[in-house]
């Protein structure tokens, strides 16, 4: 067990739809990220947060959205799906001063 | 940016056999090259890592390696074990005044036939 938790663990939605990814990240991490790994590809990076702030920017769709909470915790919103968007989305939080990450289950969602 | 190759994207080697995954980097700020281990369905685990002061570090079967001046770090598994079956991937992280940044390689999927 990492210690980041995030939900739900498995989604399914139809195109068009919106859906909400949740995480917490863990205890007395600041920095949040999150990932896209689509069927048979690598760690996309999406986005990542430090204590509430947008601190650097990957290849997020300007049709998703994420943010932190002062409670730390993360949302990752996705809108207008289309079927392409059928991934696996982790989200990972590190002490940043050291670099490491801690990876949460990840969130299947897919899109038919 | 910083940018990470990583070779070979696939490798098949026989239970027993050494696996070497090799990557390379771009920013010579970078610090800190973790490796993480993926099972089919499961989250990236860590399972070494080096910070740039150190040229070696070991862990029972595992070793990873480090060239700063040539940019490239390895991993290699010893008498590997069909468990070790997985995608493989390394990374780079920058750090330094409002800059932190993990990049990924694209990972590498080993196979170890029994």
């Known amino acids: 067990d990492s210690g980041v938790t995030q939900t739900p663990k498995h989604l399914i939605t139809a195109t068009g739809q919106r859906v909400t990814l949740r995480c917490s990240p863990r205890?007395?991490?600041?920095?949040v990220y999150w990932y896209q790994q689509s069927l048979d590809q690598g760690l996309q990076f999406l986005i990542q947060y430090y204590n509430g702030e947008e601190r650097a920017k990957g290849n997020i769709l300007e049709r998703f959205s994420a943010q932190q909470f002062p409670d730390l915790h993360s949302e990752l919103n996705l809108s207008s799906l289309e079927l392409g968007d059928s991934a696996l989305y982790f989200c990972?939080?590190?002490?940043?001063?050291?670099?490491?990450?801690?990876f949460g289950e990840g969130s299947r969602l897919t899109v038919l | 940016g910083e940018n990470v190759e990583q070779h070979p994207s696939t490798l098949s080697v026989q239970e027993g056999d050494s696996a070497v995954i090799k990557c390379t980097y771009s920013d010579s700020a970078s610090n800190y090259f973790p490796w993480y281990k993926q099972e089919l369905g499961k989250r990236p685990q860590l399972i070494i890592d080096i910070r740039s002061n150190v040229g070696e570090k070991k862990d029972q079967r595992i070793a990873v390696t480090l060239n700063k001046t040539a940019k490239h770090f390895s991993l290699h598994i010893t008498e590997t074990q069909p468990e070790d079956s997985a995608v493989y991937f390394c990374?780079?992280?920058?750090?330094?005044?409002?800059?932190?940044?993990?990049?990924f390689g694209k990972g590498t999927l080993l196979t170890v036939n029994p």
């Open positions: 990374a780079a992280y920058t750090s330094g005044g409002s800059n932190y940044k993990l990049t």
């Open positions: 205890s007395g991490d600041l920095s």
């Open positions: 990972a939080s590190s002490v940043e001063s050291t670099g490491e990450l801690f």
